[in-house]
C-alpha cells in the first residue's frame, strides 16, 4: 500500500506550520527575556509570568520543530549503515528506524496521558495556565510524530522511499 503524495503534503503542510510557529516562539522567548531583564535591572520589577511564559515557549518551539525535522529524514542523523547499504536492506533499516521512532511517539504520548490525567487539574503558579494547554504543544507534536513516523513506515515497507523533502514515492533504492 503506497501512500499518497497527498498525505506527505498534508504532513509537510502541518510540519511546516509547526517550524513557522517555532519562529514566532523564538521571538516570544526573546521578547520575554528582555522585558524581563529591563523590568530587573531598570524597575527593579520580577516578571514570573515572563519566566514562565518563556519556559511554555521554549517547550512549545521544541516540540513543534521535531515533525518537520521527521518528516525530511533529518531527526535521526546517524547513517552510517543505511547510507553503505541499498536496497531491501536499506529499506529494511530505514524502516526499523521509523518503527522505533513509532514506539518512541506511543510511550510518550501514553505517559503524557497518564501524567496529564493528575497535572490537568492544576495550573501554573505564575500565569495560571492550565498544565493541559501548558503540555498541549508537546502532546501535538508527539501525535504529528507519530503519524510522520507511520506515514514513512508504510511508505518504505510497501517498497517505496521517501525523499528529503518529505514526500513519499515509489522506487527501488
Known amino acids: 500500500m503506497m501512500l499518497g503524495r497527498g498525505v506527505f503534503r498534508l504532513l509537510g503542510a502541518v510540519s511546516t506550520a509547526g517550524l513557522w510557529a517555532g519562529m514566532a516562539l523564538l521571538l516570544a522567548i526573546t521578547g520575554l527575556i528582555v522585558l524581563q531583564v529591563l523590568a530587573r535591572n531598570l524597575l527593579d520589577l520580577g516578571l514570573p509570568w515572563a519566566d514562565e511564559g518563556a519556559r511554555f515557549c521554549g517547550i512549545a518551539l521544541v516540540y513543534l520543530c521535531v515533525p518537520y525535522l521527521a518528516l525530511r529524514g533529518r531527526h535521526i542523523a546517524v547513517d552510517l549503515v543505511s547510507a553503505r547499504l541499498t536496497g531491501g536492506w536499506r529499506r529494511g533499516v530505514l524502516a526499523l528506524t521509523e518503527l522505533a521512532v513509532l ?46 513516523a507511520l506515514a514513512r513506515l508504510v511508505t518504505l515497507l510497501a517498497g517505496g522511499e521517501v525523499d528529503e523533502a518529505g514526500e513519499g514515492f515509489e522506487g527501488r533504492v
Not at 490537568?120 to 505564575?126: G, Q, R, S
Open 103 to 148: 514506539g518512541f511517539a506511543g510511550i510518550v504520548l501514553h505517559g503524557f496521558s497518564a501524567f496529564l490525567e493528575r497535572a490537568a487539574k492544576f495550573a501554573t503558579p505564575a500565569m495560571g495556565m492550565p498544565n493541559s494547554i501548558f503540555y498541549a504543544p508537546a502532546v501535538a507534536g508527539f501525535v504529528l510524530l507519530g503519524l510522520i
